[in-house]
């Protein structure tokens, strides 16, 4: 079990920032997911036991870190205790009880310990249980988070659960937050937070395809951003690294980003070279029927020997030119879209 301390790291300018492959611990590391924490800290508020699902290394681990860091000052508790603790199968709900209480410094492995436990306490007492989807799937589960659920509708227990997959079918009432990718913004705001104190940047078309090649999707950004800060260093054609590794190192029980499935065409279109988006130039519609070059210029000499076959006729230069003139103007305006199309 671990309590709200952080740990700092800092990354030299030589050094990529973008090596997290688990939960994030260091609270300086953590950015975005404000409507969720929004939702549960409203929750929280109203002692309303939480449940925070979605699919695998979407972040659930390290929002519950962070809910455990930060509970005290969202709530205004500065003596508020916290505790994050991840689940296994091999445990039983008696020693999910028993570390609990150890941690408040009362001995106990029961359900009714916990609540003389919580009565004792100054203040509420916030535990963030991760992985309860392997407590479920292990059969013992169900009765760890319903016998919670009951304890924190008294208001000395707040409760947020974290299960991959769906809402599990329970008999207590959760407030279910399930997380999904990440937002465009909340894409930027990682990248700089993530790049503070090195001396690289990001283009906006660079996170516009980061955001694209990972599907906003936090495990998969963050080894997208690692072979794009690589290639500042090395030239590497970073979508290509990324899509490789995807392929050959898929996240276990995370859906593949779409752009792995995708052809080498789609690739070009969001690889971003210098700073800028490589795009394909799209053919150009048919402009209809075009003439070529020589009849065009046949075409400015008729209106001419029109005039002259009238004169010749009617002996008449006003007359000729009259109505050589109209067909004259048109000849020009056709023979100039010509040009130009």
Not at 97 to 112: D, I, R
Not at 271 to 285: F, V
Request: glycine share 6%.
């Amino acid at each position: 079990m671990t309590s709200g301390a952080t740990s700092d790291t800092d990354a030299s300018p030589l050094e990529n920032p973008f090596v997290q492959r688990a939960r994030i611990t260091d609270a300086t590391r953590f950015a975005g997911r404000w409507r969720e924490l929004s939702l549960i800290f409203d929750a929280i508020e109203a002692r309303r036991p939480v449940m925070v699902t979605g699919p695998a290394s979407i972040g659930k681990s390290s929002l519950l870190t962070h809910i455990t860091a930060s509970a005290a000052v969202h709530l205004e508790e500065p003596l508020l205790p916290s505790f994050y603790l991840a689940l296994h199968e091999a445990a039983t709900p008696e020693d999910v009880y028993q570390t609990v209480l150890q941690a408040l410094g009362v001995p106990g492995s029961t359900p009714a310990a916990l609540e003389v436990a919580l009565l004792e306490q100054e203040t509420p007492v916030l535990l963030c249980l991760d992985d309860a989807h392997r407590a479920l799937s292990a059969g013992w589960g169900a009765l760890l988070l319903e016998t919670l659920a009951r304890i924190a509708r008294g208001g000395r227990l707040i409760l947020v659960v974290a299960s991959a997959g769906e809402m599990p079918l329970l008999s207590e009432r959760f407030v279910n937050v399930r997380l999904g990718a990440f937002a465009p913004a909340e894409v930027r705001l990682f990248a700089e937070t993530y790049l503070e104190g090195t001396n690289v940047s990001f283009t906006a078309s660079e996170l516009r395809a980061l955001a694209s090649i990972s599907a906003g999707h936090p495990a998969y950004l963050q080894r997208a951003a690692y072979h794009l800060f690589e290639s500042r260093r090395d030239g590497r054609d970073w979508c290509a690294a990324f899509l490789a590794e995807v392929r050959e190192r898929p996240i276990p029980g995370a859906p593949l980003p779409p752009e792995a499935f995708a052809g080498d065409d789609r690739r070009d279109a969001i690889r971003p070279r210098y700073g800028t988006l490589r795009t394909h130039k799209l053919p150009q519609k048919d402009a209809g029927f075009s003439v070529p070059e020589a009849p065009r210029t046949l075409l400015l000499m008729i209106p001419p020997l029109a005039a002259l076959l009238i004169f010749i006729t009617t002996g008449n230069v006003v007359s000729a030119t009259l109505m050589a003139l109209p067909g004259l103007v048109i000849a020009l305006v056709w023979w100039y879209r010509c040009r130009v199309s």
